[in-house]
Antibody
Framework: QVQLQESGPGLVKPSETLSLTCTVS????????WTWIRQFPGKGLEWIGY???????NYNPSLKSRVTISIDTSKRQFSLKLSSVTAADTAVYYC?????????????WGQGALVTVSS | NFMLTQPHSVSESPGRTVTISCTRS????????VQWYQQRPGSSPTTVIY?????PSGVPDRFSGSIDSSSNSASLTISGLETEDEADYYC?????????FGGGTKLTVL
């Protein structure tokens, strides 16, 4: 059973870089697309992107210029960096995972981390 | 990029059946699997349907999913509604480059 836990600052200033880490316990680090998803205050969900254990990534085209997702398999952690943030990036950020098979669902989610962008 | 459109809210009485639609704006619903998630207040989403119509273990068979190619949409049907089914429901699908969620539907069981 995979368990995920987000960590990082809850408050980020406009124009700065948002950084979050997700720690993975249980399961194999090799078997999943390790993913970041955010949920806006109005409740909508947005997929940010994923990293595979090999380091390969895939990002939401609308965020691609500002997003970096990386993985440290030895620490069983993967990370999100979102640059040049604005108030529109205020959201609950979830780490999640799904197996790399068409039609697989995001079966494991962290509890979510609220990040507020404000000066 | 494509969009998935869901009704903002639906309501129904306990014991009845409700269907939530998810319409894809471009690309084929039939060619890209649809998943459905339930989110209760204060909790992370959980999967209720994957691969259009498959239920994870532990999800009651009151939950079912289907695809309608003619309307390019997917549907989640919940029969025998229970008060515990009251939640937000999200559809999700993909194309080659992107994963997209619907805007979510608030189900009220009253």
């Amino acid at each position: 059973q995979v368990q995920l836990q987000e960590s990082g600052p809850g408050l980020v200033k406009p124009s700065e870089t948002l950084s979050l880490t997700c720690t993975v316990s249980g399961g194999s680090i090799n078997n999943y697309y390790w993913t970041w998803i955010r949920q806006f205050p109005g409740k909508g969900l947005e997929w940010i992107g994923y990293v595979y254990y090999s380091g390969s990534t895939n990002y939401n085209p609308s965020l691609k210029s500002r997003v970096t997702i990386s993985i440290d398999t030895s620490k069983r952690q993967f990370s999100l960096k979102l640059s040049s943030v604005t108030a529109a990036d205020t959201a609950v950020y979830y780490c999640a995972s799904r197996i790399p098979v068409a039609g697989s669902a995001f079966d494991y989610w962290g509890q979510g981390a609220l990040v507020t962008v404000s000066s | 990029n494509f969009m998935l459109t869901q009704p903002h809210s639906v309501s129904e009485s306990p014991g009845r059946t409700v269907t939530i639609s998810c319409t894809r704006s471009s690309g084929s619903t039939a060619s890209n699997f649809v998943q459905w998630y339930q989110q209760r207040p204060g909790s992370s989403p959980t999967t209720v349907i994957y691969k259009d119509n498959q239920r994870p273990s532990g999800v009651p068979d009151r939950f079912s999913g289907s695809i309608d190619s003619s309307s390019n949409s997917a549907s989640l049907t919940i029969s025998g509604l229970e008060t515990e089914d009251e939640a937000d429901y999200y559809c999700q699908s993909s194309d080659t480059y992107n994963v997209v969620f619907g805007g979510g539907t608030k189900l009220t069981v009253l």
